[in-house]
Every structure is written in structure tokens, then in C-alpha cells.
């Protein structure tokens, strides 16, 4: 079996599969603190506890947070007795890096652009909503071309109480109107339908900027709350994108597992 791990800067989601099936998925608290020894533990009572039995072969990372990189590879290899593959900008994925700084590409956009290239139409946009909702650009011809950063609705929601007196701490959550009628809808709307006219904008600029159209995809955790506001809504979505790009990876560098 191959543990897929995608260390992001809130959670780490992690996925086991069986051949190409995802057949469970698990989320952790990305915890600077914690030791190597406790994400071991923690993964060793996860896998028991849903899989008994289950023998980790191998692992696939993706991270950005570098501080817990190191620490969660040295887990996987000392708890699960399992090689590691560590994504890197260098790492085969059959995707071209066609930016600036190949380096400063996260690599869970990496894995997105390569599961989104594999499983879609091309050319692809990938939205994916995290701590900040990224924008992955892939061409017909394999090429990750870049795309947008821009504050995730989390960030917009709490930016609320942290930076003025009167605002209440914002929850987010369905909203069925544009125009609020007390202060916290004001404020979800602002956020939530917000966010969906930033996304339709960018795609619509997108498109003109490529002069073509695109298929697009969703993924991350409030993606549902988001697209009944768009005006066009995404193509696809698909919660576990960057796992199976982390998957699609691996089989691509299964012959050599190791960090390049």
C-alpha cells in the first residue's frame, strides 16, 4: 500500500492506496511542536485503527512547511518502515515548470497540476481552496504556466476580528442571499460571494489572456460553500486532487524512490 501525504500550512491530509484506489483519508493539525515521534505514533494508530494489518510499502510527500518536512519523512521511515519519496521542483512528473523560479513552485500545486493534466481535459485550471486559494495554470501541452495567490476565505474571515474593534469573529458557513440583512451576513457575503466573483473574474481573465478556453476544477475543503455563487460553475471537483497527483508521482518514480 502507498501513503500519500500533503503537508499544508493548517492540515496535513493524508491518503492510503491500494493500487489506484484511494481507500481512506485521514486529517492532522499541521503541529510545528510536535515531535517525529508523535506523527509516527499518530500515523501507526491511524492505519491500525481503519486498516488492520495494513504494510505501508512506500510514501509520497508533498509539503510546504518546510519545518515539518524533514520531521515527518524521518516519522514515515521510523514508525512505518517505508521508503519516501519527497516531492521537489527536480522530482519526474511529467509536467513542465514553465516559470521564472521552478524552486518557489509549491509542491502541492505541483501534484495538483499533475492530477489535473492526467485526469482532465487540458488545457486546466485548478482552484484550489486552502489557507490561501491558489490558481494552477496547465497548457495542452503539459506546461505549468503559473497562476494566482490570493487570501483564502479563512484568512478573509478572521482578517475581520484581527484587525478591527467592532466586527465579530466570523464562521463560515451557507449563505443564501447577497444583500445581508444583520452585520454577519453582511460580512459572509462580503467573503463568500466575494470570493466567487473574484474566481469567476480571474477565470473569465484568464481565459482572454490565454486565448482559449479551459476546463476547470475545484478542490479543498469550502469549495461547496463558493460555487453556488459563482456565474459559472466549476467542471469538475474533486476533493482528493492533490493526493492523486502524489500518486500519479510516485508511480512515475517508483523505480527510484527517493527525494531528488
Known sequence: MLLVADIGNTNITLGIYQGSTLIETWNLASDKNK????????????????IKGASIDSAVISSVVPSLTEKFR??????????????????????ILDVENPKEVGCDRIANACAAYNLYKA?????????ATNFDIVTFEGKFIGGIIAPGLKISAESFSSFTNLLPKLKLEEINSVI?????KNMLSGVVVGHAAMIDGLIRRI???????????????????VT?????????????????GLRLIYELNNTKLQSI
Do not use: C
Not at 481565459?207 to 460553500?225: K, L, R, W, Y
Open 35 to 50: 515531535t517525529e515521534d508523535e506523527y509516527g505514533l499518530n500515523l501507526l494508530n491511524l492505519i491500525n485503527h481503519k
Open 228 to 244: 453556488k455563487h459563482m456565474e459559472r460553475p466549476f467542471d469538475h471537483f474533486n476533493k482528493n486532487l492533490t493526493l492523486e
Open 180 to 184: 445581508g440583512k444583520n452585520t454577519i
Open 123 to 131: 488545457p486546466v485550471v485548478v482552484v484550489d481552496f486552502g489557507t
Open 74 to 95: 524521518t516519522a514515515v521511515e521510523k514508525y512505518l518502515d517505508s521508503s519516501v519519496l519527497v516531492i521537489t521542483s527536480k522530482t519526474k512528473t511529467g509536467i
Open 207 to 225: 481565459e482572454e489572456e490565454m486565448q482559449t478556453s479551459v476546463t476547470t476544477i475545484a478542490t479543498g475543503g469550502f469549495s461547496s460553500i
